[in-house]
C-alpha cells in the first residue's frame, strides 16, 4: 500500500508524529528525503517517532 506514495504522504499519515530519516533502495541512501521522494518496492525506511506514530506506519504498510 505504501509502493507510489510519497513521503510527504506518509508524514501526513502519522500526523507528523513520526519522521522519515532515510530511505535505503538498492543499497544506495537517501538521507532526509524529500516530500516528494515516491517509495517503491523494496525500499527500507528509517524512522523516528513514538510507538503510536510506528503502529500508525505499520498499518499503513501492511493495510489490506
Same mark, same amino acid.
Given at each position: 500500500?505504501? =509502493?507510489?506514495?510519497? =513521503?510527504?504522504?506518509?508524514?501526513?499519515?502519522? %500526523?507528523?508524529?513520526?519522521?522519515? /530519516?532515510?530511505? =535505503?533502495?538498492?543499497?544506495?541512501?537517501?538521507?532526509?528525503?524529500?516530500?516528494?521522494?515516491t517509495?517503491?518496492v523494496?525500499?527500507? /525506511? =528509517?524512522?523516528?517517532?513514538? +510507538?503510536?506514530?510506528? +503502529?500508525e /506506519?505499520?498499518? /499503513?504498510?501492511? %493495510?489490506?
Amino acid at each position: 500500500p505504501a =509502493v507510489g506514495k510519497t =513521503v510527504g504522504e506518509i508524514d501526513a499519515g502519522t %500526523d507528523g508524529e513520526a519522521t522519515i /530519516l532515510a530511505v =535505503v533502495r538498492g543499497g544506495d541512501r537517501t538521507a532526509h528525503p524529500p516530500e516528494t521522494f515516491t517509495l517503491a518496492v523494496d525500499d527500507h /525506511l =528509517v524512522v523516528i517517532g513514538d +510507538q503510536a506514530a510506528h +503502529q500508525e /506506519l505499520d498499518e /499503513l504498510f501492511h %493495510d489490506t
